[in-house]
């Protein structure tokens, strides 16, 4: 069964500081896509990535960052210089790429993440 | 502008009365699901659709029911409501390749008296 955690409850930090939300899966497909998504106070669901199980490569889009280890299980998000906007619950998910998880995202528990002005 | 709306938005209801909440896609995405949002359990599917008269349980189905008899609607219904079904409801659709970025409607927040 797949599974996604996220570990971090809450963080809380100060504009202008860097901030990592962990994110670790479980799953025993061999192809499958991991996802995260940003939540803001108004509540819709912000698709920010996609990566397949076979690209390992870290991703860089703009303040934003991506670890992705196989070895660890994990896809790890960073964000550079914090700014207050970027206060939000951030989600982690996982699709398994066939059988009866077809299409289904398996998320994490979110990470609320505050920045203070 | 390519889009997934729900309706309602807002809906405080109370114990056993019918409702139904609408998804509509106009993006002629073949795959919708529903998904229900809960403080400190992310968010879990209810049910899923591949395609037209295709729909099939998710994670958390029971007191749920769902139809697709067009490509672009996929309603939630709740035949008796209860109180431990107050959460916030997100439709979501993709085109149903498999990693396929998934699309949310903006969401519908239910409380049940």
């Known amino acids: 069964a797949q599974k996604v955690t996220q570990a971090q409850t809450e963080i809380s930090v100060v504009e202008k500081e860097d901030v990592t939300l962990d994110c670790v899966y479980e799953?025993?497909?061999?192809?499958?896509?991991l996802f995260w998504y940003k939540q803001p106070p108004s509540g819709e669901l912000v698709f920010l990535i996609r990566?397949?199980?076979?690209?390992?490569q870290n991703e860089i889009s703009g303040r934003y960052s991506w670890n992705f280890q196989k070895s660890t299980s994990s896809f790890n998000f960073t964000i550079t210089a914090s700014q207050v906007v970027d206060s939000a619950v951030y989600f982690c998910?996982?699709?398994?790429?066939?059988?009866?998880?077809?299409?289904?995202?398996?998320f994490g528990q979110g990470t609320i993440l505050t920045v203070h002005p | 502008e390519a889009q997934v709306t729900q309706n309602p938005r807002y809906l405080i209801t109370v114990t056993g009365k019918k409702l139904t909440v609408t998804c509509s896609q106009n993006?002629?995405?073949?795959?919708m699901s529903w998904y229900r949002q809960d403080p400190g359990l992310g968010l879990r599917q209810i049910y899923y659709?591949?395609?037209?008269?295709?729909?099939d349980k998710g994670d958390v189905p029971e007191g749920y029911k769902v139809s697709r008899k067009e490509k672009r609607n996929f309603p939630l219904i709740l035949e008796s409501p209860s109180p431990n079904q107050t959460s916030l409801y997100f439709c979501?659709?993709?085109?149903?390749?498999?990693?396929?970025?998934?699309?949310f409607g903006p969401g519908t927040r239910l409380t049940v008296l």
């Open positions: 993006m002629n995405h073949e795959y």
């Open positions: 990566r397949n199980s076979f690209d390992e």
């Open positions: 979501a659709s993709s085109l149903g390749l498999e990693g396929n970025e998934q699309f």
């Open positions: 998910a996982l699709s398994e790429a066939g059988g009866t998880s077809y299409g289904k995202l398996t």
């Open positions: 799953t025993r497909d061999t192809t499958y896509y």
């Open positions: 659709s591949m395609n037209v008269e295709v729909t």
